[in-house]
């Protein structure tokens, strides 16, 4: 039996991209799954095509930016499954890109909302239930932006940076086997990068989409991340830019 298997998991922005890679690879490893995101038709699909194939998905809608939203995800899924033993906090924005000095305050505050208060909402309301348990890990994606500046992206750099911190002092503060892990995916071949090349604003928009690596090798990590291999990591942004990670993930 994989380690994964039968693990209760509750993952954040799983409508698209990393996070919907990342919530059929739990459920090919046999975990049942609690999908969250804002756009209620596309998790209901893909919860719905997950139980197709045999697996166990639940879709909750969810904004990352409401605590009683992701409070109330983590309690659907406990209610579902008994317990919690996963929570990706996955759910992120880059939009609005543009300039600090010409930004607008609300806008900017929103996606900080998102990115950093979203990551914090979902450790407060996944750690007390993991801790009585005695087990339990939360992944946050993290950026290669949470520790170098880019023009246009300072809500999202410092957003990640802050959320990046959070993995820190959480892991710190994570008691009996329960773990807080960032995983730093690098580009990935998402919507995100789609609109960050039609900014034009900095050198990763001018990436050709080639360099960007497919969404599944940033689900296998993930899901890597949350097995015995990679407890060493505890406490760290892993970067999936490394060699050695990338074999230890069993991409190479
Ligand atoms: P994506 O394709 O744009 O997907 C973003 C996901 O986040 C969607 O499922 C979206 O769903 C969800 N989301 C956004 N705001 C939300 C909110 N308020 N509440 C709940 N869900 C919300 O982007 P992606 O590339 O997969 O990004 C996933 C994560 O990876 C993000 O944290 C991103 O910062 C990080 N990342 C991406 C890259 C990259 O190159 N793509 C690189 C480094 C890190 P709804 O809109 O339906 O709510």
Known sequence: ??????????ITGASRGIGAAAAREFAN?????????????DIDALAAEIRANGGKAKAVPCDVSSYADVARAVEECRAAYGRIDVLVNNAGVIEPIGLLAKSDPEAWGRAT???FKGTYHGIRAALPPMQAQGTGVIVNISSGAATSPLEGWSHYCASKAAAAMLTRCADREATGSVRV????????ATEMQ???KASGINPVSRLDPSAHIPPDWAAK????????????FAGTDVSLRQEEIRRRVGLI
């Open 113 to 115: 909302d998102i990115n």
């Open 1 to 10: 039996m994989n380690e994964i298997e039968g693990k209760a998991v509750v």
């Open 181 to 188: 892990v960032g995983l730093s995916p690098g580009t990935v």
């Open 221 to 232: 990590a993930i899901v890597w991340l949350c097995t015995a291999d990679a407890a060493e």
């Open 29 to 41: 490893n046999g975990a049942k799954t609690v999908l969250c995101a804002r756009s209620s038709g």
């Open 194 to 196: 789609v609109m960050i």
